[in-house]
């Protein structure tokens, strides 16, 4: 007997980042799920944006590695909220991992939550986590070929951030044709060029996800 | 790369719908998978065989139905599919294009007893 069943493989995730989604807008909080290489610099960034942030915004933090706390221990120094989710060898965060980690924050005092997924430009893009925008960072070093080499990353972002930009005087990225490459391929995204060192471009950064931050909360508030 | 914990998913969605028409065993399945999700049949196949034993599905055969990744020229509106190495429109020689086609990740249909 055949059975026509026309069902998304990943639904059993995808039911998971809806109820994530919908307990995190309701809560106020505006999730990220930050996808790149390892060695991008997400830790770096988001150490930074908490900075540039004080006073402004609360962040919290869920660090997806394969394993260790390095990350989590390294925010936690800086006085930084996070959890630790370790995939035990998987290549992405799920929902349902998010959903756990979630039960462990104090969600009441979040208003930026980063989702920082494990590093890798391939399998993140296949998962919904319930983020209200997602965001990939590319560093100097990769090379500026990278959007048609993971076209299903890319084209996801909502933002795109060029870190380590006070490398480009010796890596020899081009970030005009990488601009034009990206930007054919993903028309909403916005670009920002940042540097963990010279903390240039982090104040635009700020900006924008404050500005999203606000626009999550006025939608919310048309809901109501 | 992930293919590991998406047939997991697979092999939970179609016991479960096995489950829900009161049958035994599942014979075949019938898959689709879009291009741009990387999901490469062997790898499903080989994870399919380790997970599902001591299932109703052991033993099912997988088809699947690949869907090639699917192109849009924004300049002028051609529809292509991109190869590994060119993605700029073959008309226009544009890199405003636009993914339409192949993220498709789905089951089809199963063949139960």
């Given at each position: 007997?055949?059975?026509?069943?026309?069902?998304?493989?990943?639904?059993?995730?995808?039911?998971?980042?809806?109820?994530?989604?919908?307990?995190?807008?309701?809560?106020?909080?505006?999730?990220?799920?930050?996808?790149?290489?390892?060695?991008?610099?997400?830790?770096?960034?988001?150490?930074?944006?908490?900075?540039?942030?004080?006073?402004?915004?609360?962040?919290?933090?869920?660090?997806?590695?394969?394993?260790?706390?390095?990350?989590?221990?390294?925010?936690?120094?800086?006085?930084?909220?996070?959890?630790?989710?370790?995939?035990?060898?998987?290549?992405?965060?799920?929902?349902?991992?998010?959903?756990?980690?979630?039960?462990?924050?104090?969600?009441?005092?979040?208003?930026?939550?980063?989702?920082?997924?494990?590093?890798?430009?391939?399998?993140?893009?296949?998962?919904?986590?319930?983020?209200?925008?997602?965001?990939?960072?590319?560093?100097?070093?990769?090379?500026?070929?990278?959007?048609?080499?993971?076209?299903?990353?890319?084209?996801?972002?909502?933002?795109l951030?060029?870190?380590?930009?006070?490398?480009?005087?010796?890596?020899?990225?081009?970030?005009?044709?990488?601009a034009r490459v990206f930007q054919g391929l993903n028309q909403?995204a916005?670009l920002?060029?940042?540097?963990?060192?010279?903390?240039?471009?982090?104040?635009?950064?700020?900006?924008?996800?404050?500005?999203?931050?606000?626009?999550?909360?006025?939608?919310?508030?048309?809901?109501? | 790369?992930?293919?590991?914990?998406?047939?997991?998913?697979?092999?939970?969605?179609?016991?479960?719908?096995?489950?829900?028409?009161?049958?035994?065993?599942?014979?075949?399945?019938?898959?689709?998978?879009?291009?741009?999700?990387?999901?490469?049949?062997?790898?499903?196949?080989?994870?399919?065989?380790?997970?599902?034993?001591?299932?109703?599905?052991?033993?099912?055969?997988?088809?699947?139905?690949?869907?090639?990744?699917?192109?849009?020229?924004?300049?002028?509106?051609?529809?292509?599919?991109?190869?590994?190495?060119?993605?700029?429109?073959?008309?226009?020689?544009?890199l405003e294009?636009?993914?339409?086609?192949?993220?498709?990740?789905?089951?089809?249909?199963?063949?139960?007893?």
């Amino acid at each position: 007997m055949e059975i026509k069943v026309l069902k998304d493989i990943l639904n059993a995730n995808n039911q998971i980042a809806e109820q994530n989604r919908q307990l995190l807008t309701s809560k106020q909080i505006m999730a990220i799920n930050l996808m790149s290489s390892p060695g991008s610099g997400k830790t770096t960034l988001i150490m930074q944006t908490v900075e540039q942030l004080k006073g402004r915004a609360r962040v919290a933090v869920i660090e997806g590695d394969v394993s260790s706390s390095i990350d989590a221990e390294k925010l936690g120094q800086a006085g930084i909220t996070a959890v630790q989710i370790n995939t035990g060898g998987g290549c992405h965060l799920e929902a349902g991992m998010v959903n756990s980690a979630l039960a462990n924050l104090s969600l009441d005092d979040i208003d930026i939550l980063f989702i920082e997924n494990v590093g890798n430009l391939i399998c993140p893009g296949g998962f919904d986590l319930g983020e209200y925008l997602k965001v990939v960072i590319l560093s100097t070093p990769e090379g500026d070929d990278k959007p048609h080499k993971y076209p299903l990353l890319f084209s996801q972002a909502n933002a795109l951030v060029i870190s380590k930009t006070d490398l480009l005087p010796h890596v020899g990225f081009d970030t005009e044709a990488f601009a034009r490459v990206f930007q054919g391929l993903n028309q909403k995204a916005t670009l920002f060029k940042v540097s963990g060192i010279t903390g240039n471009g982090i104040e635009d950064w700020g900006k924008w996800l404050l500005d999203n931050l606000q626009k999550l909360r006025t939608s919310n508030k048309t809901k109501q | 790369m992930h293919e590991m914990s998406v047939t997991m998913s697979l092999l939970d969605l179609i016991l479960d719908e096995a489950a829900k028409a009161g049958a035994s065993k599942i014979s075949e399945v019938n898959i689709v998978i879009g291009q741009m999700t990387g999901i490469i049949d062997d790898y499903v196949r080989a994870n399919f065989e380790l997970l599902s034993q001591d299932t109703p599905a052991e033993g099912a055969t997988l088809s699947f139905r690949n869907i090639p990744r699917q192109t849009r020229c924004r300049n002028c509106g051609h529809t292509f599919q991109p190869s590994e190495f060119e993605w700029n429109c073959p008309e226009c020689q544009s890199l405003e294009v636009e993914i339409t086609g192949g993220n498709e990740l789905y089951v089809e249909s199963i063949e139960v007893e």
